[in-house]
């Protein structure tokens, strides 16, 4: 039966509302169809989502991504999901990971020089090491990390000082570390640092480390006061030692395959925000440093700042400089103390 309310050859509003909705829809298919990434990346990190790192890693994606049109798309693994530092940097070197994070410390396994950030007692703070590594130094190693077949961006990220923490007992001078059982990152530079003070420490990635206290299989560790913060080590460890006897930073790193096959204008997104977003993260990072202190007390711990006097004495003797003057070479040697100091 024909609708009383039309008339021959013309149309309900019910059946065109319907239309006009669909014809619209088609529309809007055709102006703003789905695209997928051309490039869909992953990028990793140790620390937790909330860490200054990953916050502005965050950011700087989120930039990339709209600036190339959705070209690259980079998704985040925070927190070790991807696996501890030694497998997701063997994941960056067979291209299964595309960027990561990464301290030179443990870069170390690959590219010896890289360890040179964390000579004991080389910097007195972050600016003065940002200083080396911004520059000369920085450069050095920055070669040689190409020279390894990895991508690495100019600017590192901030981790910090690193202090030592306890669940036995507080370190006041050198002579408390001796036969201290203590957890490092897979480093051989920071096994034989803290060797070299007295100390028996072992490897043991950051993922591991939680239990590993929790359980007592060492007696304390050590790290920046955001990791411990953001780890939560607090829970497990009572005793706060403000030695600032390390410097740490990360290496901003890709697999050389994946970012060669990025298109140029993607690859200068990328390095124009790594380093704008790199830049914001070390002030973020050193001003919870800076307050962190206090915020671990309330939590639970018992903050001393040691006499650190007699650690860099023991590391002369123990002929720590020596050794590792002749591991990373003269070139790398003369840069450091420029900015150091005569170390050996």
């Known amino acids: 039966m024909t609708d009383p309310t039309t008339r021959p050859g013309s149309i309900s509003r019910g059946r065109f509302a319907a239309g006009t909705a669909a014809a619209l829809a088609s529309i809007a298919v055709i102006k703003a169809p789905a695209r997928a990434a ?17 916050v502005r890693m965050k950011e700087c994606w989120t930039a990339v ?3 190339t049109n959705g070209a690259l798309e980079v ?7 991807l696996g501890g530092d030694t497998q997701a940097l063997q994941q960056l ?15 170390q396994s690959v590219v010896p020089v890289a360890a040179i950030q964390a000579v004991g007692f080389a910097f007195s703070d ?10 000369a130094l920085g450069d050095y190693v920055r070669d040689a990390i190409r020279a390894a077949g990895l991508y690495v961006h100019p600017k590192m ?14 370190i006041r001078n050198a002579a408390d570390l001796e036969g201290f059982k203590i957890r490092t990152p897979p480093g051989a530079l920071w096994v034989d640092l ?34 411990i913060d953001v780890g939560r080590l607090y829970e497990v460890q009572k005793y706060l030692s403000v030695t600032n006897h390390m410097w740490s930073a990360f290496h901003f790193l890709g697999n050389a395959d994946a970012w060669k096959a990025l298109p140029p204008n993607v690859q200068a997104s990328v390095e124009r925000n790594v380093a704008k977003y790199a830049l914001l993260q070390r002030r973020d990072t ?10 671990l007390v309330r939590r639970g711990m018992t903050l001393n700042r040691a006499d650190t006097s007699g650690f860099r004495t023991k590391l002369s003797s123990s002929g720590f400089y020596t050794r590792w003057k002749a591991t990373f070479g003269e070139k790398a040697w003369s840069l450091l103390e420029k900015t150091s100091g005569k170390l050996a």
């Open 157 to 170: 990220w901030e981790n910090g000082m690193r202090q030592i923490t306890s669940s036995s007992k507080p």
């Open 286 to 295: 050193q001003l919870r440093n800076e307050s962190l202190a206090e915020k």
């Open 65 to 67: 991504n709209r600036e």
């Open 75 to 81: 998704q985040i693994f925070p927190n070790n999901q």
């Open 38 to 54: 051309q490039f869909a990346y992953k990028y990793a990190s140790n620390v937790s989502i909330d860490h200054p790192l990953n």
């Open 93 to 107: 070197r067979s291209g299964a990971l595309q960027f990561f994070t990464l301290d030179g410390g443990i870069l």
């Open 126 to 135: 972050s600016r003065q090491a940002f200083g080396a590594m911004d520059g």
């Open 194 to 227: 803290f060797k070299s003070l007295g100390a028996a420490p072992a490897p043991l990635n950051f993922s591991e480390v939680y239990t590993a206290l929790q359980t007592h299989v060492f007696d304390g560790q050590e790290n920046p006061y955001a990791i």
